[in-house]
C-alpha cells in the first residue's frame, strides 16, 4: 500500500510569513494527526482528525496555527504568521483502528520547516 | 495525563553486541504502549506495540520489548545488533481511553559501530 503523503519536503520562510503543509493519508485511514517534532525532542500532537471533524486541537495554537481535511482524506496545516519557534519537523500520521489508540501510526517522512 | 522518559538520550554499542534501551512512562490510567524508529530524514516507523496479554512482545527486525507494570517500564532489547540499527528510537504511550492520543519520549540515538 502507499504510504502517507507529504509536500513538500523542506522549506524555508522568514518570521512572519505564512506556510502550508500537505498530507495524503493511507487510503482508508480514517484518522488523521499532525505532530510538531523540534529537533532532540519527541513528536507533539498538534491536532487529531476522525474523518473531517476535529477530535483533539488542545495543543494547536490556534493564535497562528490552523488545519483542515477537506472530505475526510486530504488534509493542510497552515502558520500565519510565522515564528522563529516554530522552526520543526511536521510529521502527518494516519491510522486504520477506529479506536485509535490501539492501532499503530503510520507517519509520512515530514516537512522540515526553517523559520529565519 | 501521561509522560514518558527515555532514561539514556544517547546509546553506542559495537556490531553484533546486544543493547538495551529503557523506556519508563507515567499514567494514572491504563496504556498502549509502542517503540518506534526514526532513520535520518525518515518518518517514524513502528517496531513493535503491546496492547494486552504477554508482557514480551517481538517487533520487526529482531527487536523485542518486555511490559513491566510494576515498575512502568517498556524497554526495548536486540540481542545482536548490526550497522543498519542506527537510528533514532521513540517510545510512545496512548491511553485506552482516549483513542490515538500518543504521548512521545523525546528519543534515544542507537549508534552501533564497526
Known amino acids: 500500500e502507499a504510504g502517507v503523503a507529504q509536500s513538500p519536503r523542506y522549506k524555508i520562510i522568514e518570521k512572519r510569513q505564512s506556510v502550508a503543509f500537505w498530507c495524503n493519508p493511507i487510503?482508508?485511514?480514517?484518522?488523521l494527526y499532525w505532530y510538531q517534532q523540534i529537533l532532540g525532542q519527541g513528536p507533539k500532537l498538534l491536532i487529531q482528525?476522525?474523518?473531517?471533524?476535529?477530535?483533539?486541537d488542545s495543543q494547536l495554537p490556534k493564535d497562528r496555527f490552523s488545519a483542515e481535511r477537506l472530505k475526510g482524506v486530504d488534509s493542510t496545516l497552515k502558520i500565519q504568521p510565522a515564528k522563529l519557534e516554530d522552526s520543526a519537523v511536521y510529521l502527518c500520521?494516519?491510522?486504520?483502528?477506529?479506536?485509535?489508540?490501539?492501532?499503530?501510526?503510520?507517519f509520512g517522512n515530514g516537512t522540515r520547516l526553517t523559520v529565519t | 495525563a501521561q509522560s514518558v522518559t527515555q532514561l539514556d538520550s544517547q546509546v553506542p554499542v559495537f556490531e553484533e553486541a546486544p543493547v538495551e534501551l529503557r523506556c519508563n512512562y507515567s499514567?494514572?490510567?491504563?496504556?498502549?504502549l509502542f517503540w518506534y524508529v526514526q532513520y535520518p530524514n525518515q518518518g517514524l516507523q513502528l517496531l513493535l506495540k503491546?496492547?494486552?496479554?504477554?508482557?514480551l512482545v517481538k517487533g520487526i527486525n529482531g527487536f523485542e520489548a518486555e511490559f513491566n507494570k510494576s515498575q512502568t517500564s517498556f524497554h526495548l532489547r536486540k540481542p545482536s545488533v548490526h550497522i543498519s540499527d542506527t537510528a533514532e528510537y521513540f517510545c510512545?504511550?496512548?491511553?485506552?481511553?482516549?483513542?490515538?492520543?500518543?504521548?512521545f519520549g523525546d528519543g534515544t540515538t542507537l549508534t552501533v559501530k564497526p
Open positions: 500520521a494516519s491510522s486504520l483502528d477506529r479506536r485509535a489508540g490501539r492501532g499503530a501510526l503510520h
Open positions: 487510503s482508508g485511514h480514517a484518522t
Open positions: 482528525f476522525q474523518n473531517n471533524g476535529v477530535v483533539d
Open positions: 499514567s494514572s490510567v491504563s496504556v498502549y
Open positions: 503491546y496492547l494486552s496479554g504477554s508482557t
Open positions: 510512545a504511550v496512548s491511553d485506552q481511553q482516549i483513542p490515538g492520543k500518543s504521548t
